[in-house]
């Protein structure tokens, strides 16, 4: 039953990962008809999408009651929600995680976003969370803050699978590949077996247009209107590039010789956020080998019903894509400045999603109580 669209983009090198999880989607199968019928092959999560989980319907009220008899508190029960969540999950996609030997047939939790400028803590986290859900197809997410770059290489190194989150400079993308490629190299030193070692790069791209578009919007030239809706795609394959830069060095042969797998590349906040913009922009032109995408449902939908699925759109066009940005930087736009604020508003937002979240669980732990 699958989708004539989706098939053409999963043949084309890029695994589809749902950017959403929730109780119900386990309960009723839904994710399991997303595997089955949709060509999902993955699922990523985030604290906004574990605080919308949590506060609508009741699926997870059971729980809530049960940690609230055993006298369990805001923070313990969180992590025993949304670990369960991913665990449960994992084990939905084992079949797929099986199929592609490791390649798919992930889910990724996220690390407390209050720790994303605390290198011990977030390394702490992480092998805490990887102990708790004890899946091999689980990724622990870790934000490429300058804090988090080597937590990315110290967590790699105890052999744990990292997506590396909030990606969205190709300075920073090169600073992060270097701490994969780190990490790899001191998993192998330390033991590990680095053949069943992955990782996915997770660059945001429907926000780069934003915070551009908020600026030339500003300018309100004809030169400056012409080029919204430009600079994420032209931002995601510059990243390409550098991804294939990173991966075709003697340094990293070496490794790949000896079992490693590269770190892919994976297109993150792909949901369309301005309506002017076609909605399946961000999945249509930046379809590329072994990548992923990760979208919404919405997304999701919108692809499989009128998506343009023609091969790759991104290797090769580094060069046009860079003429994108020294036109942005001819009409006085500070991409650095762009970069930096849309990387404090994304653990900000996060951070927030976090503390919505045990609010929400601090009141249903209330009420179970009684």
Same mark, same amino acid.
């Given at each position: 039953m699958s989708n004539q669209k989706l098939t053409a983009l999963t043949g084309s090198g890029v695994s589809i990962w749902l950017d959403d999880l929730s109780r119900e989607r386990l309960n009723t199968g839904?994710?399991?008809?997303?595997?089955?019928?949709?060509n999902v092959t993955g699922v990523t999560t985030n604290p906004t999408i574990f605080a919308n989980a949590l506060s609508k319907g009741e699926a997870y009220d059971e729980q809530v009651r049960e940690l609230a008899a055993r006298g369990a508190d805001v923070d313990? +029960?969180?992590?025993?929600?949304?670990?369960?969540?991913?665990?449960?999950?994992?084990?939905?996609?084992?079949?797929?995680?099986?199929? &592609?030997?490791?390649?798919?047939?992930?889910?990724?939790? %996220?690390?407390?976003?209050?720790?994303?400028?605390? &290198?011990?803590?977030?390394?702490? %986290?992480?092998?805490?969370?990887?102990?708790t859900v004890d899946r091999p197809n689980l990724m622990v997410k870790i934000p490429a803050t300058v804090a988090g770059l080597p937590a990315i290489t110290k967590t790699l190194a105890e052999g744990i699978n990292v997506n590396v989150t909030l990606i969205f400079s190709i300075e920073r993308y090169q600073a992060v590949m270097d701490a994969f490629i780190e990490g790899v190299e001191q998993a192998k030193a330390n033991g590990h077996d680095i053949s069943q070692l992955h990782s996915v790069a997770s660059f945001f791209v429907s926000r780069v247009d934003t915070e551009i578009d908020k600026r030339l919007d500003k300018l309100g030239t004809e030169d400056a209107k012409a080029l919204r809706g430009q600079a994420a795609i032209a931002n995601a394959r510059l990243a390409y590039q550098a991804y294939l830069d990173a991966f075709g060095t003697d340094r990293w042969k070496a490794l790949a010789d000896a079992g490693a797998n590269?770190?892919?590349?994976?297109?993150?906040? +792909?949901?369309?956020?301005?309506?002017?913009?076609?909605?399946?922009?961000?999945?249509? %032109?930046?379809?590329?080998?072994?990548?992923?995408?990760?979208?919404?449902?919405?997304?999701?939908?919108?692809?499989?019903?009128?998506?343009?699925? %023609?091969?790759?759109?991104v290797t090769g066009r580094a060069e046009e894509a860079q003429e994108v940005f020294d036109a942005l930087s001819d009409l006085g736009i500070d991409l650095d400045d762009v970069f930096k604020v849309l990387e404090d508003e994304g653990v900000d937002k996060f951070e927030k999603s976090w503390t919505e979240l045990l609010e929400t669980v601090s009141g249903q732990l209330d009420k179970a109580k009684g």
């Amino acid at each position: 039953m699958s989708n004539q669209k989706l098939t053409a983009l999963t043949g084309s090198g890029v695994s589809i990962w749902l950017d959403d999880l929730s109780r119900e989607r386990l309960n009723t199968g839904n994710l399991a008809e997303l595997i089955r019928d949709w060509n999902v092959t993955g699922v990523t999560t985030n604290p906004t999408i574990f605080a919308n989980a949590l506060s609508k319907g009741e699926a997870y009220d059971e729980q809530v009651r049960e940690l609230a008899a055993r006298g369990a508190d805001v923070d313990a +029960t969180v992590r025993e929600i949304t670990t369960t969540d991913v665990r449960n999950a994992a084990d939905v996609f084992r079949d797929v995680y099986t199929a &592609t030997n490791g390649l798919d047939g992930r889910v990724s939790i %996220e690390v407390d976003p209050r720790l994303a400028h605390d &290198t011990d803590r977030t390394i702490a %986290e992480a092998q805490d969370l990887w102990k708790t859900v004890d899946r091999p197809n689980l990724m622990v997410k870790i934000p490429a803050t300058v804090a988090g770059l080597p937590a990315i290489t110290k967590t790699l190194a105890e052999g744990i699978n990292v997506n590396v989150t909030l990606i969205f400079s190709i300075e920073r993308y090169q600073a992060v590949m270097d701490a994969f490629i780190e990490g790899v190299e001191q998993a192998k030193a330390n033991g590990h077996d680095i053949s069943q070692l992955h990782s996915v790069a997770s660059f945001f791209v429907s926000r780069v247009d934003t915070e551009i578009d908020k600026r030339l919007d500003k300018l309100g030239t004809e030169d400056a209107k012409a080029l919204r809706g430009q600079a994420a795609i032209a931002n995601a394959r510059l990243a390409y590039q550098a991804y294939l830069d990173a991966f075709g060095t003697d340094r990293w042969k070496a490794l790949a010789d000896a079992g490693a797998n590269a770190q892919r590349p994976l297109w993150a906040s +792909t949901g369309v956020k301005d309506p002017s913009y076609p909605d399946t922009q961000y999945v249509d %032109e930046l379809v590329a080998p072994n990548t992923v995408n990760t979208m919404p449902e919405k997304t999701l939908h919108a692809v499989a019903d009128h998506g343009k699925i %023609e091969g790759d759109k991104v290797t090769g066009r580094a060069e046009e894509a860079q003429e994108v940005f020294d036109a942005l930087s001819d009409l006085g736009i500070d991409l650095d400045d762009v970069f930096k604020v849309l990387e404090d508003e994304g653990v900000d937002k996060f951070e927030k999603s976090w503390t919505e979240l045990l609010e929400t669980v601090s009141g249903q732990l209330d009420k179970a109580k009684g």
